[in-house]
């Protein structure tokens, strides 16, 4: 028996451990219906068959939100290894954001991408959509790498954190339209990937 997931299989298994990380619950069949565009309840139904037969989750019928994850780490085939990423807090930022800060949050990320170490911040700011990032979204950061042009970073300023766009030349610019950017900041880490609630989105569109 295969234990591969398909790409859908393998995003309504991610979208599944989000929800149970995030929200605390799995999501109920019409959420992953609507998160994916699937007609109906019935054609999610499928999918998950497939996740219980190959041993990533466990279904337990006629109840709500019936679905439980399987700890699959063990086991040969299985998603990449996971990291545990604490959130540090959200932009923009009324103090300065420190690596070793804790908001009592935290999520699950995939360990190709981000090692252990790497931290989180909420965004609440606007204006972003064209860099494919929305208001409640979560930006994952990674401390010690270099940013380089066209990417995003954290920078330190002297009573705040803001979000900073890299530009050709070595320039930097403030995505915070509230936030003035002095020469004497320095980089708290680069931001490597977006994570997204469902949810969260669904509330912003």
């Known amino acids: 028996m295969s234990i591969e997931l398909t790409v859908k299989q393998r995003a309504i298994y991610d979208f599944i451990v989000e929800c149970v990380q995030l929200e605390g619950i799995p999501p109920s069949l019409t959420e992953i219906a609507t998160a994916f565009h699937l007609a109906s309840a019935s054609g999610v139904a499928d999918h998950l068959r ?12 006629g109840v709500s939100r019936g679905i439980e994850l399987v700890d699959v780490s063990r086991r040969g085939g299985a998603p990449a290894p996971a990291v545990e990423v604490p959130v540090i807090g959200s932009l923009p930022a009324r103090r300065r954001l420190a690596l070793d ?7 699950i990320f995939d360990g190709r991408m981000a090692k252990r170490g790497a931290v989180a911040v909420r965004v609440n700011l ?25 990417e995003l970073a954290l920078a330190q300023l002297r009573r705040t954190t803001a979000l ?7 320039r930097v610019r403030c995505v915070n339209d509230d936030v003035e950017l002095h020469e004497d900041f320095e980089f708290l880490g680069k931001v490597v990937a977006v994570m997204r609630s469902m949810s969260e989105a669904s509330r912003t569109t």
Request: hydrophobic share 35%; charged share 30%.
């Open 126 to 150: 606007s204006g972003l959509e064209t860099r494919g990032i929305l208001r409640g979204d979560y930006l994952i950061i990674v401390s010690g790498a270099t940013p380089r042009a066209g």
């Open 164 to 170: 900073v766009e890299i530009l050709p030349g070595s």
């Open 50 to 61: 497939a996740l219980e037969r190959k041993g990533f989750i466990r279904r337990h019928r």
């Open 101 to 107: 800060a804790r908001d009592g949050r935290h999520l």
